[in-house]
């Protein structure tokens, strides 16, 4: 009886196609990355010029991404774009992480900046949830909020940040059904419809929000939204400081660095907008 005898491939052929591989997969994924800014499609011949390959290594590649389900043929004829899986896969990657894991070395770094009280909170129904909060590097003032409080959205910073970024008709039934808890905690206390409706506007367009001294007197919070990759605000981040030191020091020099921690932190959840 003859054996059958199994030759084992040379080390160098083993690397070859390793090397084969990896260069595939890599220029698999750079043309994914190239197609998503062509949602309406991307031709092949211009696909393969901007990917820095030809035509025919080009079509190789679509066609192995098209079996798997990533790209499809676009609605001109030669030209291909994305599928929704890769949506799908995107989404599936941003459910998956730790938002106080992705988010925190950038409040870390904001409270080391400006040495205030750092306010991370996220949405939940009508009301938000503090989930990390960084006390001052620098000063003596400590706030009273705490990480699990619920904070109430007609008097906050980051609550006025939900009630901005939802619809009027949310607001609208809001006001009505929160009467009883809409109430003046200090003499700055925006209780009026109207005159919330004009604030709100103005937080849409200069992308903050203030505490003006209406949850306690003696001390401001600076908010501003965080969006995700459907440009939803589902989180927003503050800093407490004392109108003492506002007024000493200024609105801008706080807000822009607030805004540029935003604006980090919306990047990582897949946010490709801007924030002015």
């Known amino acids: 009886m003859s054996k059958t005898i199994f030759k084992e491939k040379p080390q ?27 949602p309406n499609g991307c031709p092949l011949i211009r696909l393969a010029e901007i990917a820095n390959l ?15 389900g990533y790209v499809q043929p676009a609605s001109t004829a030669g030209s291909y774009r994305l599928t929704t899986k890769c949506l799908s896969l995107g989404k599936k990657t941003l ?81 009505q059904s929160h009467q009883s808890i809409i109430e003046p905690l200090t003499h700055n206390t925006v209780t009026d419809l109207g005159l919330m409706k004009k604030e709100l506007a103005e937080i849409l367009r200069d992308h903050f929000a203030m505490d003006r001294e209406e949850n306690e007197l003696g001390v401001i919070c600076i908010a501003c ?3 995700d990759f459907d440009g939803k605000v589902e989180y927003a981040v503050s800093i407490s400081l004392s109108l003492h030191k506002l007024q000493q020091q200024g609105l801008d020099p706080y807000l822009k660095q ?17 924030q002015s």
Not at 17 to 35: C, P, V
Not at 60 to 68: D, I, P, V
Not at 258 to 274: F, Y
């Open 54 to 68: 030809n035509k025919s290594t080009t079509h190789r590649l679509l066609q192995g991404l098209q079996n798997e």
């Open 95 to 175: 459910a998956s992480l730790n938002i106080i894991h992705l988010a925190a070395p950038h409040l870390e770094q904001l409270n080391l900046s400006l040495g205030e009280t750092v306010n991370f909170s996220k949405r939940e129904n009508d009301h938000a949830i503090m989930i990390y909060k960084l006390e001052p590097t620098t000063g003596m003032m400590r706030t009273r909020s705490y990480i699990g409080q619920q904070i109430a959205l007609y008097c906050s910073a980051m609550g006025k940040i939900y009630l901005a970024y939802s619809t009027s008709e949310y607001l609208e039934q809001y006001w």
């Open 12 to 38: 160098e052929k083993i690397t070859e196609e390793k090397s084969s591989g990896n260069q595939s997969l890599i220029r698999g994924l750079r043309i994914m990355d190239i197609l998503s800014n062509f």
């Open 258 to 274: 607030i805004k540029h921690t935003a604006t980090a932190i919306s990047s990582e959840l897949g946010w490709t907008g801007g």
């Open 225 to 227: 939204p965080i969006f």
